[in-house]
């Protein structure tokens, strides 16, 4: 039988089977709460726990001039020449404080920190929930040695559902093109089961966390 011919037939027994094949679907009914383990005492200290249980930090603020205050204060005390930024909110709120940072190109690859905001964070996993529609873009959730979020309360939601259906709900048919959590500073413990801590991305990982 001739190759073209060969080729033909077995498209067609492949046509003739998808064809025949019964269409079935699993509907999964399970509640989240029956996945998950509650949200206790309550969404702001479940999300804190369980971030600081992975090596990161949450630093609760009252408001936002306590926030910038403490950011001042980790600034200093950690003696970070700068904050890279890319987000021009921030950006006018670390002026407005004395905050120096920086949004140049030639200082990306030497920034020692750098800042941004989130979509969201999510309370159960203690994960911060990102995408490339924000100003920061994608490299300043990968790049920076040390990783600060800066978030509301507001953007706090139980589980990872809730924050998917968010997303949907903002953007619609317009997704940004990544969406992706952070849990925590990067890490790997491929080698003899040893877990190094900024193997593939920031060491550390801090959330300022604001009340209001």
Sequence with gaps: MPIDSSRQRILQLIAETGKNRPVSAVVLNSNVDEIYKPILPDAVTCFRNELESINGQCILCEDEPDLYSRLRSFVEQAKF????????????QLGKCNIPFSNTDSDFENMQAGITGCELLIARTGSVLVS?????????????????????VSQLVNYPEDAYNAIQEKY???????????????????????LVL????PKEFVVFLCKE
């Design 132 to 152: 490339s529609a924000t100003e920061s873009g994608r490299q300043m959730n990968v790049f920076p040695p040390v990783h600060i979020v800066l978030a509301h």
């Design 172 to 194: 619609g048919d317009s997704l940004p093109s990544t969406i992706s959590t952070i849990t925590g500073p990067s890490r790997t413990a491929d080698i003899e089961k040893t």
């Design 81 to 92: 020449p700068y904050l890279y930024c890319r987000d021009s909110y921030i950006a006018g």
């Design 198 to 201: 900024g193997a593939h991305g």
